[in-house]
């Protein structure tokens, strides 16, 4: 019974998909929330914190370029390809599938009250929501899919794409990757140290809307 809460533990811990699957299983995650529908558990956005931090060491698994602003980039493409293309499997299988997952019923790794959310966030915000949804975790796996089941055009679901892709790369490995210097150098303080109360901040952070918002739904049904 330990060793099971113990690897349910791992899964949210960012740390540990860095640590013991590297580069590639990274990439492979970020690619998952949205292109698997598989981002109601997996840590998005403090696995992105997080890997900004390793980004020397991510980066030296496919080629080390002997410094750390290039080696931040590298990583910060990769993931931005990843979830780019996450994002348009998505969009593809919405298109493709059409109203029937509003019909389907709840499985493991899909539950319908979150696509629910996550068109109720779209037809407030538009094509916008695109680019939003990528920093709430849950909405940011299903807003392609509604994208692609209401027929949002192909040229403009594309740039919404990008843009929200490259603010959401950036935004997180950058700030990883420079607090972590910055807390060392000037306080001696290791973020390594206490990335579980890192990773447990930004859940919080980033999960409250989407809480607020499913109470609040409840509450009106």
Same mark, same amino acid.
């Given at each position: 019974?330990?060793?099971?809460?113990?690897?349910?533990?791992?899964?949210?811990?960012?740390?540990?998909?860095?640590?013991?699957?590297?580069?590639?299983?990274?990439?492979?995650? !970020? /690619?998952?929330?949205?292109?698997?529908?598989?981002?109601?558990?997996?840590?998005?956005?403090?696995?992105? /914190? *997080?890997?900004?931090?390793?980004?020397?060491? +991510?980066?030296?698994?496919? /080629?080390?370029?002997?410094?750390?602003?290039?080696?931040?980039?590298? *990583?910060?493409?990769?993931?931005?390809?990843?979830?780019?293309?996450? =994002?348009?499997?998505?969009?593809?299988?919405? #298109?493709?599938?059409?109203? %029937? +997952? $509003?019909?389907?019923?709840?499985? $493991?790794?899909?539950?319908?009250?979150?696509?629910?959310?996550?068109?109720?966030?779209?037809?407030?915000?538009?094509?916008? #929501?695109?680019?939003?949804?990528? /920093?709430?975790?849950?909405?940011?796996?299903?807003?392609?899919?509604?994208?692609?089941?209401?027929?949002?055009?192909?040229?403009?679901?594309? $740039? %919404? =794409?990008?843009?929200?892709?490259?603010?959401?790369?950036?935004?997180?490995?950058?700030?990883?990757?420079?607090?972590?210097?910055?807390?060392?150098?000037?306080?001696? $303080?290791?973020?390594?140290?206490?990335?579980?109360?890192?990773?447990?901040?930004?859940?919080? !952070?980033?999960? #409250?809307?989407?809480?607020?918002?499913? !109470? #609040?739904?409840?509450?009106? =049904?």
């Amino acid at each position: 019974m330990i060793e099971l809460v113990i690897q349910w533990k791992d899964l949210l811990n960012p740390e540990f998909y860095i640590q013991h699957g590297g580069l590639w299983l990274f990439l492979f995650i !970020v /690619f998952a929330e949205t292109g698997l529908f598989a981002g109601f558990f997996l840590p998005g956005d403090s696995l992105l /914190f *997080v890997a900004g931090i390793y980004s020397n060491e +991510l980066a030296g698994e496919l /080629f080390d370029l002997n410094n750390d602003v290039l080696n931040l980039l590298l *990583v910060c493409l990769l993931v931005f390809c990843s979830g780019t293309l996450g =994002n348009m499997v998505g969009y593809w299988f919405g #298109a493709a599938s059409g109203p %029937y +997952l $509003f019909r389907k019923d709840d499985t $493991f790794f899909f539950k319908r009250k979150h696509l629910l959310t996550a068109k109720d966030f779209y037809d407030k915000h538009g094509g916008g #929501a695109i680019v939003f949804a990528r /920093f709430l975790p849950i909405i940011r796996t299903f807003a392609p899919i509604i994208a692609g089941i209401v027929r949002m055009e192909k040229h403009k679901f594309t $740039f %919404y =794409n990008i843009v929200g892709c490259i603010a959401w790369v950036f935004i997180m490995m950058f700030a990883g990757h420079y607090l972590y210097k910055f807390f060392l150098s000037q306080f001696g $303080f290791d973020l390594k140290e206490r990335l579980e109360l890192i990773v447990l901040g930004i859940i919080l !952070v980033t999960t #409250a809307p989407v809480i607020i918002k499913l !109470v #609040a739904g409840g509450k009106k =049904n």
